[in-house]
Every structure is written in structure tokens, then in C-alpha cells.
């Protein structure tokens, strides 16, 4: 058994000052896979639930296209079940109709020390744990109506994958629905679930390295140190080494700055911890950044360099069409979603920038532009078989030249004329009968979900 651990300070508070004791019941949340050949999520939350005073549960999504839930609570070596009817027959409901009141009762009795939630793989970790935030619990008698962080508190978020089947997972473009794992209307693709597993966590067990030769367990290591450079990682050399005393070894090298739940705001400097910058068997972070938008048209067909050979690529991009709005790019594998991310501070009422977040506006301070302000493009792709200077002559390419950033100074009128693929939400590549979009009159894409999907 190896564990290896990275301290390192990340851009986000801690969760409570030093030396302050919370007295709420710590969650830990364990995420994996569909299709692991060791199940190694339930390893995890079973070696976890060892533990005196530890409660586990887990909610089984399978049948929840009937509506109906199915929910295993293990508690002092006792396991019971029950099956739960919801109206609406989706995640969320599920979220906020059975596990997040089932928290806040859990935290209120005295011989539940931890909780350990077993996700089953429809529910995403970070929604789960910006419910137990954000989404008021009402009607538990004896209890003020509130969110279950009053109750508890995200203590780490373990992700478990395997070394024979995350890769292949986290870079294809398969959707959920043609695997049979999505149970509701649910369009996402594994890549993405694979991808958002390992980088919204704060611990990372990696199962399966005895089994594949040492090339692809060091381009896997060298994927997972720049997309999560802060978890400490276990590499457990069988399923019989996912102990308790492993796992609790693992959780002390949580840092203390670590993520714990939190979502990264959009405005934050990409690069997360202190990942490694130079090439590493053929796995490289490319970082992009300029200060002049891009061409809507040329962008979208620059779009395809995103794809093969890639991991993930996420950042802020300056539209040329869309002069007001930050718009956030983000994929995995052969999906890829575009939203937005709110307005430059540049487009903002004086009253409105004065009431935003003191460190975004002291990051636009360093770089703020007498003509456009704020507005610029920051991207961070990680490729893993793709040549970086490619990439990078792809995104050049699709910036406006001089001539056309005159026009986005001088007549922002006429730029809202260009065709703007990105205007209305669509499929990447645009079918041969699908209509080419404009801006004018047909709405901003900036819906967050909005997904492109590579065709092969």
C-alpha cells in the first residue's frame, strides 16, 4: 500500500477558524463510479463505517425512473432498508425529500458520531453538498427550519475510481442514457461524472494499479496531480488493504484549506493548489489567456481541439457577440458545456460592482484595460494526448484580429450582427440540416447544462 499526499494551500477559506470546535456532525462523501470491477466506492464507505458511532447511507437510484427510492442505512452493525415513493421521480427530489432531512435527524441523536454518505453515482457530489448548504429542510418536529448545515458539516469528499476504467471513462463521450445508467431524463455524459468526481475531491482511493503496467499508472498519476494537486491519494495494492486504519490515515492528510464541499467561484484563479506545470508522460495542464475576445464563428470550430486527446478544459471566455456576459467553457472527454458566469465588472452599475466579492475586484484591478475593462479570456486545458502548441494556434486563431477588435470597440453594433453559434443552445457539430444560428433574436447560450458532443 502507497499513499501519497500533497499539502498545499488552495485559494478558499478554511471552514472554521483555528482552534474553534464545530460542534455539528461531520458528513464524509464517498463518490465512484458505475461499472468499477471492484466496487471500490462501497470499500470505502464500508471501511469508513467501521468506525464506532459512524452511520452509513446510501440511496439506490435505479428504480427512480418508477419514482421510487430505495434507502440503506447501516448503523453499529445493523443494516435496515426502506423504499421511498417520490412524486416527481428525480434526483433532486430525492435530495431534498429524503436525504437531506434524513441528516438533520441523523445529527440530533447523540450515539451518531460521523456520517457517511455512499453516493449512488446519479448523484453528483457537488450538488449534494451545495444542497446540505443551500436547500432549506422544513417540517422535522423540534427543528428550526433551515439548511442541514446547521446540523452538519462536509468533513472530506472521497472519490474512489479504478485504474483499469476511469481513464477511458473520464476521455470518452458515451452519455449516461447509452450505458443504461441514467434512470430520468438525464443527457450527461460518464466523462463528466468522472471528470467533476475527481476534481471536486478532497481524497482520491485509486484501485487497480497491480493490474495495469507501470506507463499507465504514471500517466494516470501525472492526470490526477493536476486535476485535484491538493487530495492526498491511497493506492491500495488489493480491496483487502481498503482498511479502516488506511482510510482514517487518509482523511488526516485532508488539508485543513482543502475544498470540504465548497464550490470554486467562476472569478477564482484557474489553477487550483499547486499542480505541476511542466510535462509529464505526455500529460500537460496548457494554460491560455488573452485580452482580446474571441470570434464566435471561429471559436466554434476551434472547439474540436477541446476533444480528442483531452481530459478537461475550463475557464472564462470573452465573446466578441456577447460583450456583457462572462461565459464559462467547460469539458470532459467528448462533452463540453457552456454557461454563463454572470457580467464583466465593466458592464456593471457602479452599485452593483461595489457589492462584489473584494477579491475579484482586486484581481481586475491588476489587469483592468482602459477600453474594455476586465474582459479578457483565461483558460486551463489538460491534455493527456494532445499536442499543446496545436491547441494553443487553434485558440489564437479564433481570436478577433486588430481589424475586427477596432469593431468591438468602435461599434458593438454592428459586432452583434456576426453569427454567433453560441447564441441559442446546440450540438457540436451542428448537424448538415441544422440551420446556422445568429445572435440577433435568438438569446444568449448561456444556460448552464448546455452540452456539446463530439460525433465520431
Known sequence: MKIIAERV????????SAGHRDRRTPVVVVAGLHGDPAATAGLVAGALGAADGTVVVRHDLTELRQGVVRRTVHAAGKTSESVHELAHGCVSCTLKADLLPLLCTLAARDSVDRIVLDLDPAFEA????????????????????GPAARDVYVAAVVTAIDVRTWPAAATGDATLEE????????????????????????????????????VEHARLSAVLSRLAPSAPVLWPESAAAITPAAMDALLSLVPPESRRGRSFDAHAPLL??????????????????????????RLHGALDMLFDGVVTARGRIWLATQPDEVVWLESAGGGLRIGGAGQWLAAMPAGERATVDPERLAMAGMRWDERFGDRDISLVILVHDADPNEI?????????????????????????????????????????????PTAAGEGRGTETGERARKEK
Open 272 to 297: 487550483r493548489g499547486r499542480p505541476p506545470l511542466g510535462p509529464e508522460h505526455g500529460v500537460e495542464l496548457v494554460e491560455f489567456a488573452a485580452r482580446r475576445p474571441f470570434h464566435p464563428e
Open 126 to 145: 457537488e450538488a449534494v453538498c451545495a444542497g446540505i448548504a443551500e436547500i432549506p429542510v422544513a417540517g422535522i418536529v423540534g427543528r428550526v427550519d
Open 392 to 436: 494553443r494556434e487553434a485558440l489564437h486563431w479564433a481570436l478577433v484580429d486588430d481589424a475586427e477588435l477596432l469593431q468591438v470597440e468602435r461599434a458593438p453594433q454592428l459586432v452583434a450582427q456576426w453569427p454567433d453559434p453560441f447564441g441559442e443552445w446546440h450540438t457540436d457539430p451542428c448537424a448538415p440540416d441544422e440551420p446556422s
Open 179 to 214: 450505458l443504461g445508467w441514467a434512470w430520468a431524463e438525464d443527457d450527461r455524459t460518464v466523462a463528466q461524472l468522472a471528470v467533476g468526481q475527481v476534481d471536486f475531491a478532497d481524497a482520491l482511493v485509486v484501485a487497480g494499479g497491480a493490474d495495469v503496467d507501470p
Open 9 to 16: 494551500v488552495v485559494s478558499i477559506s478554511a471552514q472554521a
